[in-house]
């Protein structure tokens, strides 16, 4: 991995554990025969071990090429796939042999199609609430070219859980986010609030691409005017000596020094770490906010 030209390791903190287990291999297995994608994988998360060994997986929707060709970001670009109309009932398939009661579904980007694949996450939100109403049902969504009635789509199924990341801060958006438009995000997260009443919202970004302090509060500030419930914060890890180079590792006591601003801010939940990613754990702070206001 290069800094700035140079090579430089990973420090400690960055270094995930092994894991290596029945349960784990039983995950994999399942999604193989399923034929279903997961981010966990798409994305060379650092946590999918551990995941796979709690038996939880963020499921991939709409094929594992994207539209669009973020520098941060290891999903293949490229010709799309197919849309598979199964998939719904596939992911049904998948959670109730693994037992979930969380469920996280995200997507590549499709701008080839109409609704930007809008209606195909509200099918495997029906698929899912069809097999069991009592499931927490969390998204992970695309801008949809910040399409109003895209995202109604997806508001109507009434998942428990919207987020829509936001990445990085505005400046950055030429050099790691083109196709993207922060603005925009930020108009998704508004919309979800306003139309989704009783939706929780949710966004996240990266750390260690040359943002400064100031900017990250900027960022802050603005995720909470557009009312964003909770927040995840993480280090950016450079996929591939073709992807954008990390600019700094941020160390934990910086993450940690965001989680007491954002919560300071008033967000109903901050996850902030090195390794933190956007479903990372999503189950226990969707319940640690319902636990709150009840």
């Known amino acids: 991995m290069s800094v700035g030209g140079r090579s430089q390791r990973k420090p400690e903190w960055l270094r995930a554990k092994l894991y290596s287990s029945d349960q784990g291999m039983e995950v994999e297995k399942l999604l193989r025969r399923l034929g279903l994608n997961t981010v966990c994988s798409e994305a060379k998360c650092p946590n999918l071990g551990e995941c796979f060994n709690r038996r939880t997986a963020t499921f991939m929707i709409l094929g594992s090429h994207c539209t669009r060709n973020c520098r941060f970001c290891n999903v293949q670009d490229g010709l799309v796939d197919r849309v598979d109309m199964t998939e719904p ?63 109604m789509k997806v508001i109507e199924a009434r998942p428990d859980v919207i987020n829509h990341n936001i990445e990085t801060i505005e ?53 909470k005017a557009a009312k964003c419930d909770i927040l995840t914060i993480g280090q950016y890890l450079q996929p591939s ?47 640690a906010i319902k636990d709150m206001s009840q």
Do not use: W
């Open 89 to 151: 009932v596939k992911i049904a398939s998948a959670v109730k042999e693994l037992g979930l009661r969380y469920v996280v579904i995200t997507s590549v980007t499709r701008d080839d199609l109409p609704d930007g694949g809008a209606g195909h996450f509200a099918e495997v939100i029906h698929a899912l609430k069809d097999l069991d109403q009592e499931l927490i049902i969390e998204v992970l969504i695309p801008d949809f070219k910040g399409d109003l009635e895209c995202l």
């Open 171 to 223: 400046r950055l958006y030429p050099k790691v986010r083109s196709m993207a438009l922060y603005e925009r995000s930020l108009e998704v997260l508004k919309n979800i609030k306003e139309y989704g009443k009783g939706i929780i919202s949710k966004s996240g970004f990266m750390l260690g691409l040359g943002e400064s302090d100031d900017e990250v509060i900027s960022l802050m500030k603005d995720l």
């Open 241 to 287: 000596i073709a992807h954008y180079p990390v600019q700094a590792y941020i160390k934990p006591e910086v993450f940690d020094r965001y989680k007491s601003i954002g919560l300071e801010m008033g967000f109903r939940g901050v996850a902030s770490g090195p390794l933190v990613r956007s479903s990372y754990f999503a189950d226990e702070k969707y319940r």
